[in-house]
């Protein structure tokens, strides 16, 4: 929804593996990944990586800063979450926008985080967003908020609140997963913690 373009999502592996195309690294309608993902870009060609930059379009910039609430949700990380972050304007607009914006990470594990933990989920998405200005971005700039059901959830690795709270970012840990959904979240539960910070 972001670009009026037909692109093509590149995943970087740490092994060297270049995939062009989302289907390749979503580990459904091929095998899961078993190097992590060094970075993700868009490429104008299915054939040959070749990184394009693409900008926002000046009606995406201003719904972007005039949203009550900006919430980067559970989902595929790489191809659901940073792909729609990956155009140019969009960190540049998050961060103009002084509503809440919250995480809310996968409680079940993601094919696509291989090798990748919770806290460094949260270090990639806020680089991302910082990536255009990152010496007048700052991380609570473009996240306050990062929701986990510890108790309930399934994630990787440990989180430091102390960390996050010396970079803006409040972790609130809250029951999100109800034993009918399990291991997913209940919208149910979520949604008042979501109006909550509304």
């Not at 155009?87 to 990748?116: H, Q, R, S, W, Y």
């Not at 270090?123 to 990152?134: K, V």
Request: glycine share 6%.
């Amino acid at each position: 929804p972001l670009i009026n373009r037909d692109l093509h999502l590149v995943s970087e592996l740490e092994d060297g593996t270049v995939l062009i195309g989302q289907h390749l690294l979503t580990g459904k309608e091929v095998s899961a990944i078993t190097s992590p993902v060094a970075k993700v870009y868009l490429s104008g060609s299915r054939k040959k990586a070749a990184p394009i930059k693409v900008n926002i379009r000046k009606k995406i910039k201003d719904l972007i800063k005039s949203a009550d609430m900006i919430c980067y949700p559970m989902g595929s990380f790489y191809s659901s979450i940073m792909a729609n972050l990956l155009p140019g304007g969009v960190g540049k607009a998050v961060a103009e926008n002084p509503c809440p914006k919250v995480f809310i990470p996968n409680t079940a594990p993601d094919p696509e985080m291989v090798g990748l933990s919770l806290e460094e989920s949260i270090d990639r998405l806020t680089a991302q967003l910082r990536g255009e200005a990152p010496e007048s971005i700052s991380p609570e700039d473009v996240l306050n908020f990062v929701l986990v059901d510890r108790k309930n959830g399934n994630y990787e690795g440990e989180v430091d609140p102390a960390r996050l709270h010396e970079m803006g970012i409040r972790l609130i840990d809250t029951p999100l997963i109800s034993p009918e959904t399990a291991p997913f979240i209940d919208e149910k539960l979520l949604v008042p913690v979501l109006f909550s910070l509304a």
